[in-house]
């Protein structure tokens, strides 16, 4: 069976991918393997808002999104990050496609507490068949943002979109990269970690801020029957493995 590959880039490693990560991408590509990015784009999300003078907060990991904050959300991930993701593949030589989600559909959502969060969502249905034909092809690059039925937009926290879609395409492997070389305790990265000892670093707040959504993230793929999900900052590093059993 074909295997797909899952990787969310977050805002910060956007500026950070090196050669590695192509040339990784490239191999992937050529052993047939499919591959679908979500990108992030947080820090941008939060510079433009505050040069708008919008209001920037976070709850849990997940920005608060006011009609103001989406329409910049929407112009930062589809305008400025989307395409220069889509250029650096482009300049190496991988041939790639950027997709939103109101492309035929492609991923619907809904709110996930908008007296909380306002108009921010959870994706509820991808539409698989477009994105398993175009994955024959290329790669695929998705903004985290879905469409409800109705035709609103919603803001996603992106680690949440990748590993949603991730369940969706029965993904082999989610990797989630980011700026640190995977999940740290006492200063050192965690080569493994299961859900029991992630909830008590959860707990202790050992793993908060921007980790706390990523590893929940990561778990509930797990459980959805993604294989292998990754912490990272580099495709050449497996950093943080997470598993569902005990491995300690
Ligand atoms: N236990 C932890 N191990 C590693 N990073 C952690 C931990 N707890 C909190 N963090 C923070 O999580 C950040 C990664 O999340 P975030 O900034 O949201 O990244 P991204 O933009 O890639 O999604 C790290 O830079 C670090 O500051
Ligand atoms: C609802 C929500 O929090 N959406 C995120 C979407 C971008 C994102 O997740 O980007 P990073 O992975 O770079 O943090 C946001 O507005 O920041």
Redesign the pocket.
């Given at each position: 069976m074909t295997q797909t590959i899952v990787i969310?880039v977050?805002?910060?490693?956007i500026n950070e991918l090196d050669a590695n990560f192509f040339n990784q991408l490239r191999q992937w590509r050529e052993a047939g393997k499919q591959i679908l990015i979500v990108h992030?784009g947080?820090?941008i999300i939060t510079e433009w808002s505050k040069k708008l003078h919008l209001s920037v907060k976070k709850i849990n990991?997940i920005r608060v999104t006011d009609q103001a904050v989406l329409a910049v959300t929407k112009a930062v991930l589809l305008g400025l990050i989307q395409p220069q993701l889509l250029s650096k593949l482009s300049a190496n030589n991988l041939l790639a496609i950027g997709l939103n989600a109101s492309d035929q559909h492609l991923l619907v959502g809904e709110t996930l507490n908008q007296s909380l969060y306002g108009e921010v969502g959870k994706i509820t249905q991808v539409n698989l068949p477009l994105l398993r034909q175009l994955l024959q092809k290329q790669i695929v690059v998705l903004a985290p943002l879905a469409q409800t039925k109705t035709g609103d937009w919603l803001n996603v926290n992106?680690?949440l979109a990748a590993a949603e879609i991730a369940s969706q395409l029965n993904a082999t492997k989610l990797v989630?990269?980011?700026?640190?070389p995977?999940?740290?305790?006492k200063g050192q990265v965690m080569s493994h970690l299961n859900w029991p000892k992630a909830q008590q670093?959860l707990g202790k707040r050992?793993?908060?801020?921007?980790?706390?959504?990523?590893i929940k993230a990561a778990f509930q793929a797990l459980n959805k029957g993604v294989a292998q999900a990754l912490i990272t900052d580099d495709l050449a590093h497996a950093g943080t493995t997470l598993t569902t059993v005990a491995t300690d």
């Open positions: 969310k977050g805002g910060n490693a992030g947080g820090p990991g992106a680690d989630l990269m980011t700026d640190v995977g999940v740290m305790t670093l050992i793993i908060k801020t921007g980790m706390a959504p990523k």
